[in-house]
């Protein structure tokens, strides 16, 4: 598995897609600075929410797009000719875009925490560190619906549903049932470790939605979709070539 990752490594390397790890936490910290400007306590709130409310989610999307697209190019070469389980490498290429967003959310946890040293913020550090962890994990199941999408319709069609997707779990996350939809997970369960509501508010003391207690369920939540989303792809896959 581990030479699996590295070549996945190696076939994104001087990509459009390998500028995505930084490029969008670069692009959330522009926007935040433009957006927050002359306000205190409000830049790290802004970076966070518009990073996993927003442009972690587009940036995943795009991202298993182009790793799909290159594979087209060359007709699946890796996949039809090393004598390997084909879902194993398909489940090396998941993780390695797991890995990717672990290193993004570090950048914005890096970025946000030094921006919010400088201009005042509400977001506790402690909070944040953790929830780069957690965010990484409740965004998985993204990964293998996207390149579903991607393989399956293309570009256009995985924008769409995965932005969907999103604003339908911002919407969602705030009220009781936030639970019921995968994309309104990681979305509530980053108020109690941020301090920050999905609309973009410092969330004051005494808010609901500053229960620790979702945390648990919601981590359990995540990694049972992505095991379940995961299980169904790599099932379609072999049938899709077996075919």
């Not at 995540?222 to 299980?231: A, D, E, P, Y």
Request: charged letters at 15%; a positive charge.
């Amino acid at each position: 598995m581990v030479n699996i990752i590295k070549a996945e490594h190696q076939k994104a390397k001087r990509t459009m897609r390998k500028k995505f790890i930084w490029g969008f936490p670069l692009l959330t910290f522009v926007m935040a600075f433009i957006f927050t400007l002359g306000m205190t306590n409000a830049y790290a709130e802004s970076v966070w929410n518009w990073w996993y409310t927003l442009l972690l989610p587009g940036m995943i999307a795009l991202f298993c797009y182009l790793s799909v697209a290159q594979e087209k190019k060359i007709k699946y070469y890796h996949l039809m000719t090393i004598p390997t389980d084909r879902r194993k490498l398909l489940l090396g290429k998941i993780i390695y875009i797991g890995y990717m967003i672990l290193f993004s959310n570090v950048i914005v946890f890096a970025g946000a925490t030094l921006g919010g040293f400088l201009l005042t913020t509400h977001v506790p550090v402690g909070g944040a560190l953790i929830a780069v962890l957690f965010l990484t994990v409740s965004e998985l199941w993204e990964i293998p619906v996207a390149l579903f999408l991607s393989e399956r319709f293309g570009m256009i069609v995985n924008l769409f549903v995965c932005l969907f997707i999103t604003v339908s779990g911002v919407v969602i996350s705030q009220t009781r049932i936030w639970y019921v939809l995968v994309s309104a997970i990681p979305m509530r369960i980053m108020c109690p470790l941020l301090h920050v509501l999905p609309n973009g508010l410092a969330a004051e003391a005494g808010n609901p939605l500053l229960d620790t207690g979702v945390i648990v369920p919601g981590m359990c939540l995540s990694i049972i979709w992505f095991v379940f989303v995961t299980v169904l792809f790599l099932k379609w896959f072999e049938r899709r070539e077996v075919k």
